[in-house]
């Protein structure tokens, strides 16, 4: 079986490119999750956790957006 995340996007076919998707969120949850053990340290830095909040509104907004791309594809 050929491992889909290391082929190039125009050689994927949907199936193919579904799987990189999900791996895609896998990471993106993986990143929340050192994100929040971040967050859970209390820097004592508003700078800081402003910008760590920033972040992780954004890694949730890009986790949803290819989301919702891999429930576009057909199989």
């Known amino acids: 079986m050929r491992n889909a995340v290391l082929?190039?996007?125009k050689s994927r076919n949907a199936n193919e490119q579904?799987?990189?998707l999900?791996?895609?969120i896998r990471q993106l949850e993986r990143?929340?999750?050192?994100?929040?053990?971040?967050a859970y340290m209390e820097l004592d830095d508003r700078?800081?956790?402003r910008a760590l909040n920033q972040l992780r509104t954004?890694?949730?907004s890009l986790r949803s957006y290819?989301?919702?791309r891999r429930s576009e594809i057909r199989q």
């Open 7 to 9: 082929q190039l996007p």
């Open 31 to 38: 990143a929340d999750i050192y994100l929040a053990a971040v």
């Open 18 to 20: 579904r799987q990189v």
């Open 47 to 49: 700078g800081a956790e």
């Open 58 to 60: 954004d890694l949730e």
């Open 66 to 68: 290819v989301a919702e």
């Open 22 to 24: 999900r791996a895609a």
